[in-house]
């Protein structure tokens, strides 16, 4: 078989009955999303994969260029896996190498996911000799559960687990709530699209000395503010009147059997209100909104290893662990690239 090579990229795998082709056109997220999906269900993930979303996405990536940084692969025409490659530099210093890959688990054992995660791999060492040199730069990854085709194929090329996280799932939403009453000086703040920048600015604050976190651009904004899951009437945040204090983003996901599942996709309290019960309260209203809009079950992420003792709250507000999952590293040898 010929080795080809992209006009700008790495030789793309060879694997049998497999074909590999670059990412041409955002008419190409549909496939991409649906053996996504596929492998979301196998997992057990939480979060869905929702094709209006995925577009928006990639009409806005920063630090990736879908053309040339994201790989599919196919049978007989069919999209049944792709990755995705990035760079970021987190807040710490580091620099992030990161992979976002997944294949339809009806194509594991061919080896799909490692050729995927390989090319991307070799993409980024590209990626980086082309970047200022700086501190430790870090290939990454991420897996959901333990087992598997996407955790054998990190771990065969050589990554290590760097921190857990997980999915935790309220799976009513009946009475008795957390206590949603602020405590003395604070007030209810109403939110609309016109407070999206003020929104997005408080966030990055509040989240810049989180694990992994880096300092999003306009790109990342326009993601965010064009979103077609974002609806600031189901925001809830506190203020001290000079500012937005603590904030819960609230998205509505419609399930495969027709029920609504809220999802907290963003709890954050500004640093400057930490330590008050600002987030368990705007948690209890934030669950009262979403019964009050029609969903019967909430879910949020965490990072297991928070320093706020995020899993703790979200435990105490009645979310239990459903899903795990891994972020996976190994260190970039620039000498080596």
């Known amino acids: 078989m010929?080795?080809?090579?992209t006009p700008a990229g790495p030789a793309l795998p060879e694997l049998d009955g497999v074909t590999f082709r670059l990412f041409r056109s955002l008419d190409d997220i549909p496939g991409m999303a649906?053996?996504?999906?596929?492998?979301?269900?196998?997992?057990?993930?939480?979060?869905p994969i929702d094709v209006e979303r995925m577009r928006?996405?990639?009409q806005h990536l920063e630090g990736s260029e879908a053309t040339t940084d994201c790989l599919l692969a196919q049978v007989d025409g069919e999209t049944i896996g792709y990755v995705r490659c990035e760079w970021h530099d987190l807040h710490g210093g580091e620099r992030s190498l990161h992979s976002t890959v997944a294949v339809d688990p009806a194509h594991w054992g061919r080896g799909v996911t490692r050729a995927l995660l390989a090319w991307s791999e070799r993409r980024l060492r590209e990626i980086e000799r082309t970047l200022p040199a700086g501190p430790q730069s870090w290939l990454s990854?991420?897996?959901s559960g333990s087992d598997g085709e996407p955790m054998a194929a990190a771990r065969d090329l050589g990554y290590e687990v760097a921190r857990p996280w997980a999915e935790m799932l309220r799976p009513a939403l009946d009475d008795p709530l957390p206590d949603d009453a602020l405590p003395a000086g604070y007030d209810w703040l109403p939110l609309g699209r016109a407070d999206s920048r003020a929104v997005w600015e408080m966030l990055d604050v509040t989240f810049a000395r989180h694990w992994g976190e880096w300092s999003a651009g306009e790109d990342a904004y326009l993601e965010w503010v064009n979103d077609p899951g974002q609806d600031p009437t189901l925001w809830v945040a506190a203020t001290d009147g000079t500012g937005i204090a603590s904030i819960v983003l609230n998205v509505l996901n419609r399930q495969p059997d027709g029920s609504v599942r809220g999802e907290l996709a963003s709890v954050g309290t500004h640093p400057d209100h930490r330590r008050r019960g600002l987030a368990r309260v705007c948690?209890?209203?934030?669950?009262r909104v979403l019964r009050g809009r029609g969903a019967t079950s909430a879910w949020l992420g965490v990072d297991m290893l928070n320093e706020d003792q995020a899993l703790t709250l979200y435990e105490s507000c009645g979310f239990d662990v459903v899903t795990r999952g891994f972020s996976l590293r190994k260190p970039f040898d620039r000498e080596a690239a």
């Open 2 to 5: 010929t080795t080809v090579t």
């Open 34 to 47: 649906a053996a996504n999906g596929r492998q979301r269900a196998r997992l057990g993930v939480l979060e």
């Open 56 to 58: 928006n996405h990639y």
């Open 141 to 143: 990854t991420e897996v």
């Open 283 to 287: 948690i209890g209203r934030s669950l």
